[in-house]
């Protein structure tokens, strides 16, 4: 049976797709969303990757931006049945001979326990988090919204933008001991880019601050079921979800209005290249992606093993060590190196969340960066790292299920080279977008919008790209009285 064309259309289901397709929606179109894949959900699915009764996040799986996100406010997560399990700890460094740096939600508790590491770390941390910690509503809106208007709290925004213009190893230097510098270098090197890039502070200060206020936490049976709840509330709005839908050319859409792609610069010119001014194609073919990720996910007969007892109660570990060790091995990625002792970002998934593995076993997910578009197992250099914290770990591994940057490349096609959050961290990005223009979402064709995390605010699940765009095309529609 043929559809009927709605007022609006959405290519891609990712959490920006999706937000995109709420907020259009909500503003009284009728939205249809077509999916690529066979599910939705992008980079926010959950699956038995290795084994009956495992469930590993394929892809994102700390939430922390969807907890303070603007747009995710807006839902009733509860009501659609996500629960939110928070770490007894939000993240920590470990360190050689036992040591670790440790965040726990509360400030003055991570603060003293920098102090015992090196005085005067602790008052530096206070300084630095505290205030922005205490003003964190006035934040997100600044930081995820539209940097583009006057800021509605200047004060709170220049605490946040001066440091966070300094790269992050220059931040994390002015600290004595390595466990604050780990902290701080940990969470920035999330940026994807080498620790002495401008803005990397800009990540660790807003990761930082996520994990003061909302634990880092993980959504309980994993990261698809926000994908379930978003898909819920379109549904209840009337909007739809078609799968096994790959868009090839805009002339496979029915002819809607409004058209608003989830999808990255590569890719829109190969859906609408003929049909945009030569500049504009210029500018998109220029994209920069940076770095991909190796990921492995495990299925372990146990806890990992950390040698430091704060390290096993976390959520999120950052291994790699010291903040020379962090910075060389995110210039060696840049450089388009496999570090041999790369950072990696570890996520224990079940000790947080007990339901994703059966009784006593465990789900393990743990990533590094390498050179985009890389077809190269890092399974012994991630694993070298875990055993320096954690000897013993490779006894417990029942399963692996590895992936590299240019399988996830295949998994979804906005990972182009494995990058997974739509392109190179910027200062000029966040601001401008993938092409400096006037609109950070429009393209120059009549009514059609990029609205993956290709655009600002940038990668991450908080649905605010999706969230910005569809509320300019809705200003547009009103405008022009459709
Ligand atoms: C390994 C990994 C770990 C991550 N960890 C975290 C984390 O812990 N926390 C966090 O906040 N973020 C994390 N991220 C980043 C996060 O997943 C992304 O930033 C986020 O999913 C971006 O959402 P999006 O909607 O812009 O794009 P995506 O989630 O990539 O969704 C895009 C969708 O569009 C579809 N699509 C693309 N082209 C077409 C087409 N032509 N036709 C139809 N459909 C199409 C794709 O199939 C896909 O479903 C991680 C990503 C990866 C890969």
């Known amino acids: 049976m043929a559809l009927t064309a709605p007022d609006a259309v959405v290519v891609g289901a990712g959490p920006n797709g999706l937000a995109a397709a709420i907020t259009l929606a909500r503003g ?15 980079g926010c699915r959950t699956a038995e990757l290795t084994g009956p009764g495992y469930l590993h996040d394929v892809c994102s799986t700390v939430q922390a931006l969807a907890v303070v996100s603007p747009f995710f406010r807006t839902l009733d997560l509860e009501a659609l049945g996500v629960r939110l399990r928070r770490p007894e700890i939000a993240y920590a460094h470990p360190l050689d001979g036992g040591r670790a740096g440790v965040l726990h939600a509360d400030v003055d508790a991570t603060a003293a326990a920098l102090d015992d590491a090196h005085p005067g770390d602790g008052r530096a941390w206070s300084r630095l988090v505290g205030p922005l910690v205490r003003h964190h509503e006035q934040l997100w809106p600044e930081v995820l919204g539209s940097l583009r208007r006057v800021p509605r709290h200047p004060l709170t925004l220049a605490r946040f933008g001066l440091p966070g213009l300094v790269p992050v190893r220059a931040l994390a230097s002015r600290f004595g001991s390595e466990e604050a510098r780990g902290l701080l270098a940990g969470a920035g090197a999330h940026a994807m880019r080498r620790l002495e890039a401008p803005l990397t502070s800009a990540f660790a200060l807003a990761l930082i601050v996520a994990a003061h206020v909302a634990d880092w936490p993980v959504v309980e049976g994993g990261s ?41 610069p590569h890719q829109l010119l190969d859906i609408a290249g003929d049909e945009l001014p030569p500049g504009y194609a210029r500018s998109l073919r220029r994209h920069d992606y940076g770095p991909g990720v190796f990921k492995i996910d495990y299925a372990l007969s146990g ?82 790292q875990i055993e320096r914290f954690a000897p013993g770990f490779g006894d417990l591994v029942l399963q692996r299920a590895t992936r590299t940057a240019a399988g996830y490349h295949r998994y979804n096609e906005n990972y182009v080279g494995g990058a997974i959050n739509g392109g190179l961290a910027s200062a000029f990005g966040a601001v401008l977008g993938p092409v400096a223009r006037w609109s950070r979402y429009a393209t120059p064709l009549d009514g059609v919008y990029l609205c993956s995390a290709a655009t600002p605010p940038g990668g991450g699940v908080h649905g605010m790209s999706g969230y910005l765009a569809a509320s300019e095309a809705l200003r547009a529609r009103h405008r022009s009285g459709r």
């Open 303 to 384: 806890p990992v093993p950390w040698t430091n007892p704060d390290c096993r109660k976390a959520g999120t570990l950052h291994l790699g060590g010291t903040l020379s060790e962090l910075a060389r091995s995110e210039s060696d990625v840049e450089a388009g190196r496999h570090p041999d002792a790369p950072y990696v970002l570890l996520v224990q998934g079940s000790v947080v969340d007990p339901s994703r593995a059966p009784a006593g076993h465990h789900t393990l997910w743990a990533y590094c960066h390498v050179p985009n578009g890389s077809d190269r197992d890092m399974t012994r250099e991630i694993e070298r």
């Open 224 to 264: 698809g079921v926000l994908v379930d709840a978003m898909v819920t509330e379109l549904t209840r709005l009337g909007g739809e979800v078609v799968c096994d839908h790959p868009v090839r050319s805009l002339r496979d859409l029915p002819p809607a209005a409004t058209t608003l792609l989830d999808v990255t």
């Open 28 to 42: 009284g179109l009728s939205v249809r969303v077509y999916e690529a894949a066979s599910t939705p959900g992008g």
